[in-house]
Every structure is written in structure tokens, then in C-alpha cells.
């Protein structure tokens, strides 16, 4: 197939209508990658479809059985897919073998899958079977549908995204204490979207004992509910916390070995796992590295400035989500972040500001360390 000027402006086309299809499993995939899929037939759309659940058809098979719902069929036509086609059977068969099946002539890829059982295997099956495959188109925005997802196939661990809330000048609870509530009933809506879309939401057992959250997503209609995510050393958290009544599941990381309180909880529900300590606190890259072996693609933490400094200063934030009230709270005010390390501006941590918009009242600021490459 010709890659001129003219063709790439087609792919590019039909891509981001695979991309918009893909969006529409934005809450509902996970662990999955979201996928969408398009197939043409000279100029016309013949099938549309995306993976919309776990377990359910992947993007490619779906706009398959779309072309047959239309009286179709793909022998011969082009196939674009947000990502790789799958070369292996998890939940459900190999993609490559359905579009071969169908006997498709070209398969235009967005983003190769770094998921290391397929990471160019199904592309390499595609052109083996004689089907033509062209990769990388539109591969930037093609992988920024699945960030979580890359981060754990690449490294390991999930997407950490710090969540904050703070005043004008930089405030996150008042001179007594109180901080409910910095921000208005828009910002903590666009709060509880952020906790559909991850694997988990993360607190420290400061913020879990001083705000008892329920930690869960509380918008109309229904969404999918995160794990919720203690991290207690030395395991004081009650068994009578209210995330019990509230979460999908709670994980509890503590370096503590005491069997009454492990008891305790594990009877209210919990699932309590050892970790090991650093810098006298539960290891947070072990943490991190276990919530990657249980699928977690984005991991939200919504806690205190301890923990958020914590995990800065180790450099594991991958993405804050600063909402700015228009308030002041003066000098007796709680900080943002504790990072004791920072003893000049030579020894500031750059960001690099993604986003700034309006959140009904408050603004909100996307950022990332400014070393990180954006997808």
C-alpha cells in the first residue's frame, strides 16, 4: 500500500475514528488496554468496534462481527486497530487469527503492544500470513489512550497520579486542621471520574485516620469502583473504617507483623500484605511493584502532604492533578507536599504544566517531572 502524502492523511483519518471508538472503554476495560478498531473497504466504513470489558471481545473481533451485522464480510479490506493485535490466548483467542480468518489484506497498526507475550509477535503473524502491515501511525496518540497500561507492561508498576487539592497560595488545609472543603462540588465530581478510571485510589493511614474516606465513586449511574489502597507500617488502622462499607476491596501494606490487628482487619474484609520498610515507612516501590502483579494500570493517591512528598522525592509520580480553589488560607496553613530534601531552588523539582483549565470555580493543573517524556 502507497505511504504517500495523501495515504498517510488517510490513515490518519480513519485512526482517530478508531481512537474516539477506543475512548468509549475508557472506565470499563481495565486491566485491559482500550482498543478501538475500523474496516474500510476502498473509501467506506464496512465495521466499527472497540473492547469494551475484560473478557469480552477484543476491538478487532468486534468490528468483525460489525461487518457481518452489516450483511459483510473483510476479505480483502483494510483493518485499523489503535493496537497491536494480539498474538496470544489470555481471556479470550488471538486476535491475529480472526483477522486472518477473515482474510484481510492490510492491517494499518496505531501503537506496537508492549505487553511482552504479543510486543511485535502479532504483527510478525500478520505479514507471515501475507497480510500487509503498516506500524506506528498516529502511534503517540494511539498510546496515550493507555498510559497505565504501558507504564505496567514497561516497568512493571502502575501509573502513580497524585491527586491535590489546595488554596491560591498553595494551602491544603487550614491553620486548625480543617480542609473540607477546598474546592467546589465540580472539582470533587471531576475527583470521583478520576477514581472510575483507576485501578486503585492510595492513602496513607494519616489521611485514612483523619478523614475516614469512603474512597469509591460516588457520581450517578453506575461506574466502576477502584480498589482501595492503605498504606499503614505500623497497622493502626480500625476494622471499623468506613471504606469497608464503601470500597470494591481494600489492600492493606504494613511492615507490621501483629496477628490480632492482621486478624482484625482481614475479618472486616481487608487483605493485609507484608512489605518490607524504607526510610522507616512501608516500601513504596515494592508496594508499587506488587499493585503492578495484581493488573493495577493507574494507581490515584489521594492523601496528605507526607505521603505525597514521599513519593515525589523517590521518584515515583508520573502525574499530578492539582485543583486551585480561590481561596487563601494564610501562613498557618498545612503545605502541599513534605520534602524536607528541598533546602534551596537549586534543589526544586521542574515540572513541566500539561493542562490548566477551569474546574466550575477552581482551576485544574496537569503536570508532570519535567525529565519525563509525555506520551
Not at 502524502?5 to 486491566?31: C, D, K, N, S
Not at 470489558?53 to 468483525?64: I, P, T
Not at 498553595?170 to 478510571?197: F, K, M
Request: hydrophobic share 40%; with cysteine; proline share 5%.
Amino acid at each position: 500500500m502507497s505511504t504517500t502524502p495523501v495515504r498517510q492523511a488517510v490513515h490518519a483519518y480513519f485512526m482517530q475514528r478508531a481512537i474516539e471508538l477506543a475512548r468509549r472503554g475508557w472506565y470499563t476495560t481495565r486491566p485491559n488496554p482500550r482498543v478501538g478498531c475500523v474496516i474500510v473497504r476502498g473509501e467506506t466504513v464496512i465495521g466499527e468496534g472497540w473492547h469494551e470489558r475484560a473478557g469480552e471481545d477484543h476491538a478487532e473481533k468486534a468490528a468483525l462481527a460489525d461487518v457481518e451485522r452489516r450483511g459483510d464480510n473483510a476479505r480483502g479490506a483494510t483493518v485499523y486497530v489503535t493496537l497491536e493485535p494480539c498474538s496470544h490466548t489470555g481471556r479470550t483467542a488471538p486476535c491475529v487469527d480472526a483477522l486472518i480468518g477473515a482474510g484481510a489484506a492490510q492491517v494499518i497498526v496505531g501503537a506496537t503492544d508492549p505487553n511482552p507475550k504479543v510486543n511485535g509477535q502479532g504483527i510478525a503473524r500478520l505479514r507471515d500470513a501475507g497480510i500487509e502491515v503498516i506500524a506506528d501511525v498516529v502511534a503517540d496518540r494511539c498510546r496515550a489512550l493507555n498510559p497505565g497500561f504501558e507504564k505496567r507492561m514497561r516497568e512493571g508498576r502502575p501509573r502513580v497520579r497524585v491527586k491535590l487539592a489546595m488554596s491560591l497560595d498553595g494551602r491544603t488545609a487550614a491553620a486548625d486542621g480543617s480542609s473540607q472543603w477546598i474546592t467546589g462540588d465540580v472539582a470533587r465530581d471531576d475527583v470521583h471520574r478520576l477514581r472510575a478510571e483507576s485501578g486503585a485510589v492510595m492513602v496513607g493511614r494519616g489521611t485514612q485516620q483523619a478523614d475516614d474516606p469512603g474512597l469509591n465513586v460516588r457520581l450517578k449511574g453506575e461506574w466502576p469502583q477502584p480498589l482501595a489502597v492503605v498504606l499503614d507500617t505500623h497497622l493502626a488502622m480500625s476494622a471499623s473504617a468506613r471504606l469497608f462499607e464503601t470500597a470494591a476491596g481494600v489492600l492493606v501494606y504494613t511492615a507490621s507483623g501483629d496477628r490480632a490487628r492482621i486478624d482484625a482487619l482481614e475479618q472486616a474484609g481487608a487483605q493485609v500484605v507484608s512489605i518490607d520498610t524504607h526510610d522507616d515507612r512501608v516500601d513504596l516501590d515494592a508496594v508499587l511493584a506488587n499493585l503492578g502483579q495484581r493488573e493495577i494500570n493507574d494507581v490515584l493517591v489521594e492523601s496528605g502532604p507526607q505521603l505525597a512528598g514521599a513519593l515525589a522525592e523517590a521518584g515515583l509520580v508520573d502525574e499530578y492533578v492539582i485543583y486551585m480553589a480561590p481561596k487563601l488560607l494564610g501562613d498557618g496553613g498545612r503545605g502541599l507536599l513534605h520534602m524536607p530534601r528541598i533546602g534551596s531552588i537549586a534543589d526544586a523539582r521542574q515540572l513541566a504544566i500539561d493542562t490548566v483549565e477551569p474546574v466550575g470555580a477552581d482551576w485544574r493543573i496537569t503536570a508532570r517531572p519535567a525529565a519525563m517524556q509525555k506520551d
